[in-house]
């Protein structure tokens, strides 16, 4: 099993790093390939299994568009063929047909998907995130400087029943396509949802999986999910 990360050195905020940290726990028999700014990405080849990477800063944003450009559809490909891809915080958004800055000018972005950005550095949103996916809730966390606009009811990641969705309007978060997850939700979040890791570790072909620090795991995650459900949504 060959897992691919990608720039962890830019894409590493809001602790999202720590996904990748835990998934070496639950998955310690895989490969993981840390893919860096100038070099060839692994999935280029089609030889992986799974795809990841975490939030950047929006300056930041601007060069991994640049440097995935050209290898644009060798992703494409690896989301059609059901590769297993997990893109966190604001990682979504290199995915998109552009990001909008404060000015108005655009960012062209790589158009996987047919959504775009809002950025407005002057407006940070943050909220706590209780949503539902498949049987099992999500529990995490959302601060971000942009909002995505776009018709997701079809392909949404979770439904939001504290915080927002894509926008301040919506309710359904992020994009999920086959097995690409795409969501503004950080946390990190493997490490907040242990039944969600599990759900990812079986996509890839693990009997039985059962995430690293099962119960105690499972323990935090409990009192996490019985908190969000009790506290006020204030967004």
């Known amino acids: 099993m060959r897992i691919e990360i990608l720039y962890p ?18 998955l310690p028999e895989a490969e993981f390939i840390h893919t860096s700014l100038n070099d060839t990405p692994a999935f280029a080849d089609g030889n992986v299994d799974m795809i990841y990477m975490g939030a950047s800063t929006e300056r930041s944003q601007e060069k991994i568009i640049a440097r995935l450009m050209p ?41 996987l998907f ?3 950005a809002k950025q407005r550095l002057s407006q940070r949103f943050n909220c706590i995130v209780l949503a539902k996916f498949e049987d099992f809730d999500i529990v995490g966390f959302k601060t971000q400087f942009t909002m995505t606009y776009g018709d997701n009811s079809n392909c949404y990641f ?3 029943q504290k915080g927002i ?3 301040k309007e919506s309710t359904l978060d992020g994009i999920r396509i086959k097995n690409f997850f795409g969501t503004s939700i950080i946390g990190p979040l493997l490490v907040l949802n ?26 935090a995650y409990d009192i996490r999910v019985k908190e969000m459900k009790a506290a006020k949504n204030d967004h």
């Open 194 to 219: 242990p039944y969600f890791t599990e759900y990812l570790m079986k996509l890839l072909g693990t009997e039985n999986p059962k995430c690293a620090f099962r119960d105690e795991s499972i323990k």
């Open 9 to 26: 050195e830019l894409c590493c905020l809001f602790g999202d790093s720590g996904n990748i940290r835990y998934l070496e726990k639950c």
């Open 158 to 160: 979770a439904d939001v």
């Open 114 to 116: 047919d959504f775009y």
């Open 71 to 111: 290898y644009k559809e060798q992703l494409r490909k690896a989301i059609d063929d059901g590769k297993v891809v997990l893109f966190t915080g604001n990682a979504p958004e290199v995915l998109f047909n552009y990001i909008e800055k404060d000015d108005g000018t655009k960012t062209e972005a790589l158009g």
């Open 165 to 167: 969705g894509i926008n």
